[in-house]
């Protein structure tokens, strides 16, 4: 059909080129035929002189034609180029913003107690400034200890961890932990062991920081496969299937700014996963509520009695477990102040 269209109107212009050719030239001998003085030689002659003088003309107009076009023709395409590459342009650093991490942070393994240095400055930076703080991941063991740390307090936590009332979810992660450095020698029902305590003792930490700030608590049944720390401007995402983190207790990190796709696709997921969860998985500590409220608490998620001296031997744990990490905060807080 198209090329059909195509060929009509080809044909179409050809017919009215030769019309007008046609029409110049019955025109022409017209005009002519009006001086009858004019003898044949004459009119040839004339008709040469005009063939001569067409092609000179043809010949300065084309040459001028030629490079006017080019020049016009190198304007456009140079304009069409800037254009084409400024959109391009535009569109790389959106998509930059939108998909790739803004940084990038090795894993490793903490050693005369280093935690990664980059990593943690640039969280608390983050943190210093945020009004809200989100972490979700298999345990938060040392997000009290940061925040405790901080001289700025959030006015939002949630905390979305494993529960440690679930046995299969923690023996998930418990195998993941046999190739940590620090654990080597353990089986798996130490490991186990390890876990549950570990999570009991966060638990207690984030009923603690509820003094400066209520704290939301879902137990979710994480696959550990990642983590993140969500601030207002960015998100810190941990993987630990990659492939260098699977030995490291610290895995490889990523950065992904407020803007992404993924930062928003996480803050979204997260609040609804709050939203949505039966109140027997989440639980929300505030200032109002005792020692005695946690151990109702915990003595419902672990199914056996709680007393006081249990949260106050767990509280002394956690200190303990936090000690290097709190020592290392401290030290990062002081170099950051000394550089201002």
């Known amino acids: 059909m198209a090329a059909g269209h195509q060929i009509a109107r080809k044909t179409l212009v050809n017919y009215a080129f030769a019309v007008a050719c046609l029409a110049t030239l019955v025109v022409g001998i017209v005009f002519v035929n009006l001086d009858r003085s004019l003898t044949t030689r004459e009119v040839l002659s004339a008709l040469g002189l005009n063939l001569i003088a067409s092609v000179i003309f043809a010949v300065i107009f084309s040459v001028l ?14 304009d069409t180029f800037t254009a084409f590459s400024s959109e391009l ?16 942070y090795p894993p490793l393994d903490p050693k005369d107690g280093l ?28 997000v009290a200890a940061r925040l405790r740390a901080s001289n700025h307090y959030p006015q939002q936590v949630k905390v979305a961890m494993l529960s440690p009332g679930d046995p299969r979810a923690i023996g998930r992660r418990a195998a993941d932990r046999v190739y940590w450095e620090r654990f080597a020698g353990k089986d798996i029902q130490e490991l186990e062991s390890d876990l549950r305590h570990e999570l ?8 603690d920081y509820r003094r400066f700030c209520p704290v939301n608590l879902l137990y979710i049944e994480d696959t550990a496969v990642y983590r993140y720390e969500m601030f207002d401007d960015s998100v ?25 796709f993924l930062y928003k696709t996480l803050r979204l ?10 109140n027997n998985n989440k639980v929300t500590f505030t200032p109002e509520h005792n020692d005695d409220y946690l151990a109702q608490h915990l003595a419902g998620v672990l199914g056996e009695p709680v007393n006081q001296s249990d949260i106050d031997r767990w509280r002394q744990d956690y200190q ?10 401290k030290s990062v807080y002081r170099d950051i102040r000394r550089l201002r």
């Open 200 to 207: 009991i003792i966060s638990v207690v930490s984030l009923f």
């Open 236 to 260: 810190y995402i941990s993987w630990y299937h990659g492939a260098q983190s699977q030995a490291k207790e610290m895995p490889e990190s990523l950065r992904f700014s407020a803007n992404s």
């Open 269 to 278: 997921d997260l609040t609804r996963s709050f939203d949505m969860s039966s």
């Open 65 to 78: 034609s030629t490079r006017i076009q080019e020049k016009s023709l190198q304007q456009s395409l140079k």
């Open 115 to 142: 935690y990664g240095d980059r990593f943690n400055v640039d969280m608390i930076r983050s943190l210093e400034e945020t009004g809200f703080y989100a972490f979700r991941g298999p345990s938060a063991r040392y």
């Open 320 to 329: 303990s477990y936090v000690e290097d990490f709190s020592n290392y905060m």
């Open 89 to 104: 342009t535009a569109t790389v650093a959106q998509g930059n913003k939108e998909f790739l991490p803004i940084a990038l």
